[in-house]
């Protein structure tokens, strides 16, 4: 990994993360990181917080990002393939009783959960032994 040379920005962008427990969006972050440091870039922003989540030290969830849309009615669960963005439908059982358990513990009224599996599908991670290239 390249030295990063401002690590001063990236600290903002860290302690932005850290002091927040609402899951935030990389908007968010910028503003918050902004408030701190007028003159960063949404750009740095979204690079820092990139680089952060690869190294470990903040972790990326994905909650509902771009809305897809199903044929398929049955509650089920899906495969995302990190590399060529496709989704496949997951050889799993809907279980109603995570619902349940959760609208118990939380009062939520629960209307479903979505359970979305990532990595590389099978002809993808076929292309990276072949090229044995790093994911962007
Ligand atoms: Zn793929
Ligand atoms: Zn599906």
Same mark, same amino acid.
């Given at each position: 990994? $390249? ?17 927040? @427990?609402?899951?935030?969006?990389? +908007?968010?972050?910028?503003?918050? /990181?902004?408030?701190?440091?007028? $003159? ?6 979204? #690079? ?18 771009? %809305? ?12 995302? @393939?990190? #590399? @060529?963005? $496709?989704?496949? %439908? ?8 995570? +619902?349940?358990?959760? /609208? #118990? ?21 076929? $292309?990276?032994?072949?090229?044995? +290239?790093?994911?962007?």
């Amino acid at each position: 990994m $390249k030295k990063q040379r401002n690590s001063k920005q990236r600290q903002i962008i860290l302690d932005a993360v850290m002091t927040r @427990c609402d899951h935030p969006t990389a +908007d968010q972050i910028y503003l918050d /990181a902004r408030a701190k440091y007028d $003159k960063i870039s949404r750009g740095t922003v979204y #690079r820092n917080l990139g680089v952060l989540a690869e190294s470990g030290e903040i972790m990326n969830v994905k909650v509902a990002a771009a %809305d897809r849309y199903d044929s398929r009615l049955d509650r089920h669960y899906h495969l995302l @393939c990190t #590399r @060529c963005g $496709k989704v496949f %439908d997951a050889p799993l059982p809907y279980h109603a009783e995570y +619902d349940d358990a959760v /609208a #118990r513990e939380t009062g939520f009224r629960i209307s479903r959960h979505l359970l979305v599996f990532e990595g590389l599908c099978p002809a993808c991670s076929r $292309k990276n032994e072949d090229e044995s +290239d790093e994911p962007t």
